[in-house]
């Protein structure tokens, strides 16, 4: 299976991601997590931001993924997924594919000001910025949706909806 979590940066798909994994771990040996931001790393930093790297980044990932799950392991990937037809595409070739979204309005994200990113691309110091100066377009059909709007001291309500509506790994 594939538990495709996407969301805005600051939305929390790298927190709820690694806490899925250690509880999925336990049952799953092979299982593994991937994070957008560590693929960019791990690739060598070789792009940057704009809508033709973000879709080439997204592009590499799904590979990546496709070639975990066609040898029978697992995968939570943690990943802004902009594209829908990076989506469609996990959904037609992926064994097994789990998508959840991780909602969080851009003023939510703006006040918690992780990374002083939004704030930044607001001001004009950056630029291709998801949600400011690239449009995000939310998934169309979830399989599963978390409201991420509230301040939070743990995730573990969240997780716990979240491994009960998981479907049985193949």
Request: charged letters at 30%; hydrophobic letters at 40%; proline letters at 2%.
């Amino acid at each position: 299976m594939v538990i495709w979590i996407i969301g805005l940066a600051g939305a929390g798909k790298t927190v709820i991601g690694k806490e899925l994994y250690i509880n999925l771990k336990r049952r799953y040996k092979n299982l593994v997590l991937i994070d957008g931001d560590v693929i960019r790393k791990v690739m060598g930093e070789d792009l940057g931001h704009t809508v033709g790297e973000r879709k080439k980044n997204a592009d590499r990932i799904s590979r990546l993924c496709n070639m975990l799950d066609q040898q029978d392991i697992h995968v939570i990937c943690c990943v802004l997924s902009l594209f829908r037809e990076t989506q469609d595409w996990n959904r037609q070739n992926y064994k097994q594919y789990y998508e959840i979204y991780i909602n969080v309005s851009l003023d939510t994200l703006i006040k918690r000001n992780q990374k002083n990113l939004y704030v930044r691309a607001l001001n004009g110091e950056i630029k291709d910025v998801v949600g400011v100066d690239i449009p995000f377009i939310a998934p169309k059909m979830p399989d599963y949706v978390i409201d991420n709007n509230k301040d939070r001291l743990d995730f573990d309500d969240i997780i716990k909806d979240v491994l009960n509506s998981l479907p049985k790994f193949k």
